[in-house]
């Protein structure tokens, strides 16, 4: 069983205007809780006990956050594993330098290296919440690397996920113009020790960042990654907006209203 999850909470998101001047919009409140207790929650629920969060931007609050969890999350008390559970930080700008140095959604990943080693592990998004029964789904022992789709009604908006038969990815099409399909990547995914010899071949892409999709296009071309259709939600916290949306998906027992 995989019990080992990497978070990717570095960036100080400045979509969120002046709500994160002062901290990380990963621990901007919604219904007096950071949103990254809500999938910090669920990650336990789903399992994963070993929590790597890579950090950056007011490292010294995600410190706080941590052990305000530990000791107050309902989810951790009922549990019965706040023994068991362990969450380290590792400091991304320590290790490359700041944001204008080396920056990307791939970069979490090469941070942590040597804290995983040889491990399968998840890697998520601190800003996006999924549900327990998704992050569960995740949970594959075998061989190969794991992208999750989600089918959107506007799949023009995002990554759109090409199959390659008995569920490979043969690539991913960004904001493609024409319709190729209606599965999305949904930035939740399962590796093996594979991703971290794909990870230093990538450049910077054209926005100037390592991007996680340039690395698993590597992998792909090798026949190394699959596709897991998840079914449940994605939600994306990056916008004021999104902290109304959260409340209300979360006062109504995170169900979609229909």
Not at 169 to 183: N, R
Not at 190 to 213: A, L, M, Q
Request: hydrophobic share 35%; glycine share 6%; net charge negative.
């Amino acid at each position: 069983m995989i019990t080992k999850v990497v978070i990717a909470a570095a960036g100080q998101g400045t979509r969120m205007l002046g709500l994160s001047k002062d901290k990380s919009k990963h621990l901007i409140c919604v219904n007096k809780r950071p949103f990254l207790a809500y999938l910090m929650d669920n990650l336990v629920k789903a399992g994963y006990i070993d929590i790597v969060l890579v950090v950056g931007f007011k490292k010294e609050l995600m410190d706080d956050f941590i052990r305000d969890f530990l000791s107050c999350s309902e989810v951790v008390k009922e549990s019965g594993l706040k023994e068991k559970i362990k969450i380290q930080t590792v400091d991304q700008h320590e290790i490359l330098g700041p944001k204008e140095k080396e920056y990307g959604t791939a970069c979490p990943i090469k941070c942590v290296k040597d804290i995983v080693k040889k491990d399968d592990f998840i890697y998520v998004y601190g800003d996006n919440l999924f549900s327990i029964d998704d992050l569960k789904s995740m949970n594959i022992e075998d061989d190969f690397c794991y992208i999750a789709g989600l089918k959107q009604d506007h799949p023009e908006k995002y990554g759109v996920l090409i199959e390659d038969g008995d569920d490979f990815l043969e690539e991913i099409i960004e904001k493609p113009k024409k319709f190729v399909g209606d599965l999305i990547n949904a930035g939740l995914y399962k590796f093996t020790s594979e991703v971290f010899d794909k990870i230093n071949e990538i450049k910077k892409s054209p926005r100037g960042e390592y991007e996680i999709t340039d690395v698993i296009s590597l992998l792909a071309k090798d026949k190394r990654v699959k596709i897991k259709k998840i079914k449940d939600y994605w939600h994306d916290f990056g916008n004021p907006e999104d902290i109304e949306k959260l409340t209300n998906f979360i006062n109504n027992g995170c169900r979609e209203k229909s």
